[in-house]
C-alpha cells in the first residue's frame, strides 16, 4: 500500500503558475511510476503527464506539452507537476497516482494505475 497526498492547488490568473505537490508514505516510492491526472466537473479524468520510476521518462497530454513539467525526488517521496501559462480549460481537481508498472514504462489509463491521492483544487480564472 501507498498512500498519496497532494497540495499546492488554489486560484490563479489566467497566465499565471502553480506548482502541485504529491508526498507518498508507505511503500518504497520508487516502486512506482507516478502519474498527474485531472477531472473537470461533468468530464471523465483525463490523464495530465507521467514520469517513470526512476524519473529518466517522462511523457505529457499534448493539451500541457510545453506548459506543464512533471518531475520527482524519490529522496523526498515526491512529485510535481510545474504549471505554466495556465488557463480557463485548466480548472480542474488534480490527482496524482501510483503505478507499480515495469521499469522504464510510463502509462496514461487511469486504469492502470493502483493508487490515488485525494486530489487537490486547481482554479483558472480570467
Known amino acids: 500500500q501507498v498512500q498519496l497526498v497532494e497540495s499546492g492547488g488554489g486560484l490563479v490568473q489566467t497566465g499565471g503558475s502553480l506548482r502541485l505537490s504529491c508526498v507518498a508514505s508507505?511503500?518504497?516510492?520508487?516502486?512506482?511510476?507516478m502519474g498527474w491526472f485531472r477531472q473537470a466537473p461533468g468530464k471523465e479524468r483525463e490523464f495530465v503527464a507521467a514520469?517513470?520510476?526512476?524519473?529518466?521518462?517522462?511523457y505529457y497530454a499534448d493539451s500541457v506539452k510545453g506548459r506543464f513539467t512533471i518531475s520527482r525526488d524519490n529522496a523526498k517521496n515526491a512529485v510535481y507537476l510545474q504549471m505554466n501559462s495556465l488557463n480557463s480549460e485548466d480548472t480542474a481537481v488534480y490527482y496524482c497516482?501510483?503505478?507499480?508498472?515495469?521499469?522504464?514504462?510510463?502509462?496514461?489509463?487511469?486504469?492502470?494505475?493502483?493508487?490515488w491521492g485525494q486530489g487537490t483544487q486547481v482554479t483558472v480564472s480570467s
Open positions: 497516482a501510483a503505478d507499480e508498472a515495469r521499469w522504464g514504462v510510463i502509462r496514461s489509463t487511469p486504469g492502470q494505475y493502483d493508487y
Open positions: 514520469i517513470s520510476k526512476g524519473g529518466g521518462s517522462t
Open positions: 508507505g511503500r518504497t516510492f520508487s516502486r512506482y511510476a
